[in-house]
């Protein structure tokens, strides 16, 4: 891979981790809504939104902590698991709010509207509109409140040397790597 595109991605590997885990829980939040919605709950839609939302956010926890912001920390985790949940119940309340409004305040619901409306409205206002908004605000408040200290915990998905070349020699017919521990050195040479 061409070394700006490394480092871009290196640069912005917590936003992309970010987005990742955001696809993965869109797909969770929006296979349990449209379950619902479609079986048990089909006058429930908000509720249905709302479980959808709940086991996304379960799931997010999880993948949040241990892969988009692994390094971060900052804080014990009964602390950040609650400020994780106080901020995604915030988010829930956003994700939400353009569907409430779309269903009860612009009435875009059957028999106002047609089935296929309802469903675009429902898609767009649910999972486009309110998610985007959400998402937006999570990365934020993850960053500043939840997860406020980066480098707080060790890297565990990159090797543990990592080697500039501009501090590579070579001397006596063999390779010094600075900045290795004594077993590298030795292997290096």
Do not use: C
């Amino acid at each position: 891979m061409p070394e700006p595109v490394q480092f871009l991605l290196h640069k912005h590997r917590e936003v992309i981790r970010f987005a990742l885990v955001g696809g993965t829980t869109f797909l969770i939040d929006n296979g349990v809504w449209y379950a619902l919605k479609l079986t048990v709950l089909t006058d429930k839609v908000v509720t249905a939104k709302v479980i959808g939302v709940l086991v996304a956010i379960i799931a997010s926890y999880v993948l949040s902590r241990e892969w988009s912001f692994h390094t971060r920390g900052g804080r014990e985790r009964h602390h950040e698991a609650a400020l994780f949940f106080l901020v995604s119940g915030l988010g829930v309340g956003i994700n939400i709010l353009p569907l409430w409004l779309s269903r009860h305040l612009f009435g875009l619901q059957a028999p106002f509207v047609s089935v296929l409306t309802e469903e675009v409205a429902d898609f767009v206002s649910g999972s486009i509109i309110g998610m985007l908004l959400a998402t937006g605000f999570k990365f934020w408040a993850m960053r500043r409140w939840v997860f406020p200290d980066a480098g707080a915990r060790p890297d565990r998905h990159v090797h543990p040397i990592s080697v500039d070349s501009s501090r590579v020699s070579s001397r006596n017919s063999g390779l010094t790597v600075s900045g290795a521990d004594p077993v590298d050195r030795a292997e290096a040479s």
